[in-house]
């Protein structure tokens, strides 16, 4: 199955998307880091906790890591996550003189995507949320749910890591439906192609997905 196919497939079954970037820039790193390793209701939460204990990223970024992880803990690894806000907020006060990430508007995708990940506890997937999200760029979060249907679609080969994921699936897809895929890729994960028993009866891109002919090599990643 080729990705066009599968891009025009998930659009019929869950309908076109229409992408507005947020612009909150630093809301949506921040929001993505506690995502890392967690559900959407515990990061969510998270969030809410943070901003609801703070107020905004100036007193966040005043206070003592033990009460910011206090105030995340509903969504796991709090102690880390706590750490790697802290040293973000602080670095981005003490290169730009406030707290505002507003100056990526003016970088390139590339230099916007390098800063990102010079950060604290910033990977791939989460410099590409931000570019997504936030700046409206062309950038594609690969997460477990797209590396998971991508290799059970055969759009990746089996050795291919899921940093490597990011580039490889990008370079396949029109850069308008790169917002859409992401959603919708992580929708049917979720829905439909589970981890450990997928519902490839029930499945949309069934008919040319190689891996529900043969459900004893499905990928359970």
Known sequence: MIIQDVIVLLEQEYGL????????????????????????LNSHRAFKSLM????????????????????????????????????????IYNERGALTLDFLESMSTAEARDYLMNLPGVGLKTASCVLLFSLGR??????????RVAKRLGLLGPDIS???????????????????????????????????????????????CPSSLEPQK???T
């Open 52 to 91: 609801g204990t703070f107020d905004n990223w100036q007193n966040v970024a005043s206070s003592p890591i033990e009460n910011i992880d206090q105030s995340i803990r509903c969504g796991g690894l709090s102690k880390v996550k706590a750490t790697w806000i802290k040293q973000i907020l602080q670095r």
């Open 17 to 40: 998307l229409n992408w507005n970037p947020r612009k909150r820039h630093i809301d949506v790193l921040i929001e993505t880091i506690l995502s890392q390793h967690t559900s959407d």
């Open 162 to 208: 899921i940093k490597e994921a990011h580039s490889l699936l990008q370079n396949k897809i029109h850069p308008s439906k790169i917002y859409q895929f992401h959603v919708h890729v992580i929708k049917h994960g979720k829905l439909v192609c589970h981890a450990k028993f997928p519902h490839c009866s029930e499945c949309v891109l069934e008919e040319g």
């Open 218 to 220: 499905i990928v359970l």
């Open 138 to 147: 062309p950038s594609l979060p690969v997460d477990t749910h797209i590396f």
